[in-house]
C-alpha cells in the first residue's frame, strides 16, 4: 500500500486549498481513506474520513462545514477540499488507509503517507 499526498502550500487566512491523496498497491474501493493533522507538540487529529465505496463520510467538529472529503474510484485518489482555512489549520496533512472501518484516530490506520505541509497567514 502506497499513499501520496499532495497539493499542500502557503494561503491567506480565508483562503482555500484543495490537497489530493493517490492510493496505490490495493483495491481502493476496499480501504477507508482518513484525513489527519499535526502540529508540533500536539498528537496528531483526525479531521475526515470517507468509505470510497458508499461515498459515507465523517468529520471532526473543527472542520465541519469548512472541509470536504471525497474520491474518484477512476483515478485511485482521495481530496480533501479545506475552505475558510485560518491559522489554526496550519499543520503538516497526512491521508491513512484502514481496511476496517470509518474511524478518526490515527491508532486505528496502518497505512500512511509521507504528509503535505499546509500553511495560513494572517
Known amino acids: 500500500v502506497q499513499l501520496v499526498e499532495s497539493g499542500g502550500g502557503l494561503v491567506q487566512a480565508g483562503g482555500s486549498l484543495r490537497l489530493s491523496c493517490s492510493a496505490s498497491g490495493y483495491k481502493f474501493d476496499d480501504f477507508v481513506i482518513g484525513w489527519f493533522r499535526e502540529v508540533p507538540g500536539k498528537e496528531r487529529e483526525g479531521i475526515a474520513c470517507i468509505s470510497p465505496r458508499d461515498g459515507v463520510t465523517m468529520y471532526t467538529k473543527s472542520v465541519r462545514g469548512r472541509f470536504t472529503i471525497s474520491t474518484d474510484s477512476a483515478k485511485n485518489t482521495a481530496y480533501l477540499q479545506m475552505n475558510s482555512l485560518t491559522p489554526e489549520d496550519t499543520a503538516v496533512y497526512y491521508c491513512?488507509?484502514?481496511?476496517?472501518?470509518?474511524?478518526?484516530?490515527?491508532?486505528?490506520?496502518?497505512?500512511w503517507g509521507q504528509g503535505t505541509r499546509v500553511t495560513v497567514s494572517s
Open positions: 491513512a488507509a484502514d481496511p476496517v472501518a470509518l474511524r478518526l484516530h490515527p491508532r486505528d490506520y496502518d497505512y
